[in-house]
């Protein structure tokens, strides 16, 4: 059995779709790719896949993940095609590659969310930890940035996505320049994180 990631996006329209409509559609362009998937035993049997934390609906995503098991030889650009056509508009695969075997799970290494968040005053780099002790909730995170920033609380959601997701707070520097504000769900505080590099 071998193991895939596919790396996709959620923009315009494809943000309103919930995280089982997303679902359902990646799964049903992942059975027209021709990937020899390998399913779940039992009454009723689905590819096995693991997808990345939830989104808030209405948030655009540029780097979401999903892992699925499969058998076989395959070209995997080719079911990255037949996947592309078959999904809803806004909803595209950017890449997939084949997992080595020491390669972690997905739920292991998605550990922290990096949202990039408009304003007036410029895009901010928003960072959450999305398992363990310090999780939080990207409204909570958003109402004190919002008030950190002296906006109003509940300030415009659009144009808000998650830039991508890391095993940990150091690698977010590569996509978020020097700083970041991280919410610490924990303690419901926030700080800003500089690159130490």
Not at 5 to 18: Q, V
Not at 89 to 107: C, H, N, R, V, Y
Not at 168 to 177: L, N, Q, R, T
């Amino acid at each position: 059995m071998k193991r895939a990631l596919i790396k996709y996006a959620k923009r315009g329209e494809a943000a309103l779709l919930s995280h089982r409509e997303t679902m359902r559609s990646l799964e049903r362009a992942l059975r027209r790719s021709g990937l020899p998937l390998v399913f779940t035993s039992g009454y009723n049997p689905r590819p096995r896949m693991s997808f990345s934390p939830a989104l808030p609906l209405g948030i655009q995503a540029e780097a979401e993940y999903l892992e699925v098991s499969f058998d076989g030889e395959t070209d995997l650009e080719a079911a990255m095609q037949v996947m592309n056509s078959a999904l809803p508009k806004g909803l595209s695969i950017i890449d997939i590659q084949e997992l080595t075997a020491s390669m972690p799970k997905l739920s292991k290494w998605t550990r922290y969310g990096l949202y990039r968040v408009p304003g007036d005053v410029g895009e901010v780099f928003l960072l959450l930890a999305l398992a363990g002790g310090k999780q939080a909730r990207l409204k909570d995170a958003l109402a004190s940035l919002w008030q950190r920033l002296g906006l109003p609380i509940g300030s415009e959601l659009r144009g808000i996505s998650r830039v991508g997701l890391y095993a940990s707070d150091e690698e977010v520097f590569e996509d978020a320049g020097d700083s970041v504000y991280f919410f610490d769900g924990e303690l419901g505080e926030l700080e800003v994180l500089t690159n130490s590099v």
